[in-house]
């Protein structure tokens, strides 16, 4: 178990972690989420001594980290990590090495790991020669050569084709399923969605939402609502219950709407429109969550970059 | 799995710099270039600066005295070179032509007590000339005037006066070997020292650049990094430069450039020891110009971490500066 407490970080007059504190559970995939310059690859970075809090506490297993421990981390940055001029198994070799694997060993788990990831006919190949999904690849290769119990990725998924995405998630899905801990951060919500167990959102260096995803979606104040009409229905929109987000599309109506609201008054509502051919009442999507946690905060984020 | 120590981590990243860097090409080329470059400066020279002796043809119009050739002869030898001498019946160089004729043939033409050449004589050509000249005449003198030629032959028997330097006296006989050691052994360490230590530079910022050092730092620690990186580029680059400094000199023994090796061990050693010392002190500063990443303290998690405002004067305290 990962525990990060009241983290703090400034850098010059930009604050970077403001009081950052959550916790990763072994077995479970945590989605690290928040806009950027939210704060979520100094947090990462300060996982691994690379950045040093100016104040909190990061325990695994309850005690703080020293080179031991570090060991048994893996860390998958956002920029590639590699040598560029280095052979595949060579490189893998090197980084298993470093963290105290034995040289046999350390080979044979890199020729396993480029094998997994059907990288086995290049692991004679210099890593510039491969494809950037395959780069990609052997950055996770690397992060997860030495066994791991921690594994940290800094948006794994950037940059890689829908097949590339889809082994990417086994992969995640099995180490998690292994028991390992791991964390990564996105920006692909509905990915996260797919995958997580559990969601922690920063924003402005500090947690505003975590818990499990199923706990975040029921703890939300907003509905879903989404209504499909038959030809010639009346425009359509529920009304009062203070609703938002109104999209028509293909003759469907989705709406968010307050948790007060009564389904059935809006089903009632709906069918004096038209032809109601499909009703659904859920808790709003991991996407719709984030923006409602965010709020219009994002924007302004964004354009300062 | 073990947890490495720090002379482990030196070594593993001391090894693969030598493995990644020795295996590649551009290593190998430099090497190679390097090679041709002292060959070529070793080699080159002694193709003008030829040893074999210098033959000269004299050609004698008339009757000389006998002591004529002996004493050129003898001048020629002490200058390294032979003489020819052709000897041409009185009357038969007249005029220009008949001169010109006889030029065809020899260097330097002797008729009634002048040497005539085509062009500027030669230095050598010329004292020897002079000086077989001066010492017949001499000898020719000595007996007309009633002394036994054996006996103003062996008053002519001057050896010849010696030349010396205080250095050879006091016993440094190569000093002029050894100066060009040292001369040539600055040269090859200011080039060494900064070709190795730009590799070290370049390594450092390209681990930057391309973010691998995050990778490493989360399992290396800095300073094993550091330290490693500059023992691994400087065993290659000792290994480098002892490979060209061997097949240089014995090159240059082989062509007869140099022949005391001797003087040339302490000089060779003394460069071996300067280089390691003057690599270390700039490589290191090199790695520390280029790497602001990794002159952070490691351990980042305690509680008791400064809480100062300023992020960073206080904690980026410079590699270097600590030694």
């Given amino acids: 178990m990962l525990e990060l407490r009241d983290l703090r970080r400034r850098f010059g007059d930009l604050v970077a972690l403001d009081g950052l504190s959550f916790t990763?559970?072994?077995?479970?995939?945590?989605?690290?989420?928040?806009?950027?310059?939210?704060?979520?690859?100094?947090?990462?970075?300060?996982?691994?001594?690379?950045?040093?809090?100016?104040?909190?506490?990061?325990?695994?297993?309850?005690?703080?980290?020293?080179?031991?421990?570090?060991?048994?981390?893996?860390?998958?940055?956002?920029?590639?990590?590699?040598?560029?001029?280095?052979?595949?198994?060579?490189?893998?070799?090197?980084?298993?090495?470093?963290?105290?694997?034995?040289?046999?060993?350390?080979?044979?788990?890199?020729?396993?790991?480029?094998?997994?990831?059907?990288?086995?006919?290049?692991?004679?190949?210099?890593?510039?020669?491969?494809?950037?999904?395959?780069?990609?690849?052997?950055?996770?290769?690397?992060?997860?050569?030495?066994?791991?119990?921690?594994?940290?990725?800094?948006?794994?998924?950037?940059?890689?084709?829908?097949?590339?995405?889809?082994?990417?998630?086994?992969?995640?899905?099995?180490?998690?399923?292994?028991?390992?801990?791991?964390?990564?951060?996105?920006?692909?919500?509905?990915?996260?969605?797919?995958?997580?167990?559990?969601?922690?959102i920063v924003h402005q260096g500090r947690e505003i939402r975590s818990g499990t995803l199923e706990q975040l979606r029921a703890a939300s104040d907003r509905r879903r609502v989404e209504v499909s009409f038959g030809p010639g229905?009346?425009?359509?929109?529920?009304?009062?219950?203070?609703?938002?987000?109104?999209?028509?599309?293909?003759?469907?109506?989705?709406?968010?709407?307050?948790?007060?609201?009564?389904?059935?008054?809006?089903?009632?509502?709906?069918?004096?429109?038209?032809?109601?051919?499909?009703f659904s009442w859920t808790p709003p999507s991991l996407s719709e969550l984030f923006v409602e946690a965010v709020g219009g905060a994002v924007e302004r984020v964004e354009v300062m970059g | 799995m073990t947890t490495p120590s720090f002379l482990d981590q030196v070594r593993l990243v001391a090894g693969r710099e030598i493995r990644e860097r020795g295996g590649s090409r551009s290593f190998k080329a430099s090497t190679v270039i390097t090679l041709l470059i002292v060959l070529a400066l070793v080699i080159v020279p002694t193709w003008f600066d030829s040893d074999d002796p210098e033959e000269w043809t004299v050609a004698v119009v008339g009757s000389v005295p006998d002591t004529f050739a002996p004493a050129l002869d003898a001048a020629a030898a002490s200058q390294d070179a032979t003489v020819e001498i052709l000897e041409l019946p009185t009357g038969s160089v007249t005029d220009a032509d008949s001169l010109d004729e006889a030029l065809?043939?020899?260097?330097?033409?002797?008729?009634?007590?002048?040497?005539?050449?085509?062009?500027?004589?030669?230095?050598?050509?010329?004292?020897?000339?002079?000086?077989?000249?001066?010492?017949?005449?001499?000898?020719?003198?000595?007996?007309?005037?009633?002394?036994?030629?054996?006996?103003?032959?062996?008053?002519?028997?001057?050896?010849?006066?010696?030349?010396?330097?205080?250095?050879?006296a006091d016993g440094n006989e190569d000093s002029g070997t050894r100066e060009a050691a040292a001369f040539i052994g600055v040269i090859a360490l200011f080039v060494a020292i900064n070709t190795y230590g730009t590799?070290?530079?370049?390594?450092?910022l390209e681990e930057k650049s391309n973010r691998v050092v995050e990778v490493v730092i989360s399992a290396i620690a800095p300073r094993a990094l550091l330290a490693g990186k500059v023992l691994g580029i400087g065993l290659l680059g000792l290994l480098q430069l002892s490979v060209v400094a061997v097949v240089g000199l014995a090159t240059a023994i082989a062509v007869g450039v140099t022949e005391v090796p001797t003087a040339l061990v302490p000089a060779v050693a003394s460069m071996v020891v300067w280089f390691v010392l003057g690599f270390a002190f700039y490589a290191v500063g090199y790695a520390a110009a280029g790497s602001p990443r990794a002159r952070r303290a490691r351990w980042p998690c305690s509680c008791s971490a400064p809480t100062s405002s300023r992020c960073s004067s206080s904690d980026r305290t410079p590699t270097a500066s600590r030694r």
């Fill in chain 2, 199 to 204: 590799w070290v530079l370049t390594g450092v």
């Fill in chain 1, 233 to 278: 229905a009346a425009p359509w929109s529920p009304d009062g219950a203070a609703a938002d987000s109104i999209e028509v599309r293909n003759g469907a109506v989705t709406a968010l709407v307050g948790s007060d609201a009564d389904p059935d008054v809006l089903l009632a509502s709906a069918r004096s429109a038209g032809d109601v051919r499909a």
């Fill in chain 2, 104 to 168: 065809e043939d020899a260097d330097a033409v002797l008729v009634d007590g002048r040497v005539v050449t085509d062009d500027e004589v030669g230095a050598g050509l010329r004292s020897a000339l002079s000086a077989a000249w001066v010492q017949s005449q001499l000898l020719q003198g000595l007996t007309d005037s009633g002394l036994d030629p054996a006996e103003a032959a062996a008053a002519l028997e001057i050896p010849p006066v010696e030349f010396t330097t205080t250095d050879e």
């Fill in chain 1, 24 to 200: 990763a559970r072994p077995g479970r995939l945590l989605g690290f989420l928040g806009p950027n310059g939210a704060g979520k690859t100094t947090a990462m970075r300060s996982i691994f001594g690379i950045v040093r809090p100016d104040s909190g506490t990061i325990l695994w297993e309850g005690s703080e980290i020293g080179p031991a421990t570090l060991n048994h981390f893996g860390y998958m940055p956002e920029q590639r990590g590699l040598y560029p001029k280095m052979k595949c198994a060579d490189q893998l070799t090197y980084f298993a090495r470093t963290r105290g694997v034995d040289r046999d060993e350390a080979r044979a788990s890199a020729e396993r790991w480029l094998d997994r990831l059907g990288l086995a006919e290049r692991a004679d190949d210099v890593l510039e020669s491969l494809s950037h999904g395959n780069q990609q690849r052997v950055q996770l290769a690397a992060a997860l050569v030495h066994g791991p119990d921690l594994l940290v990725l800094d948006e794994p998924f950037s940059g890689l084709d829908p097949l590339g995405v889809a082994s990417m998630e086994e992969i995640l899905r099995e180490e998690a399923a292994g028991g390992r801990t791991i964390i990564f951060s996105s920006h692909q919500l509905d990915l996260v969605e797919a995958i997580c167990d559990d969601v922690v």
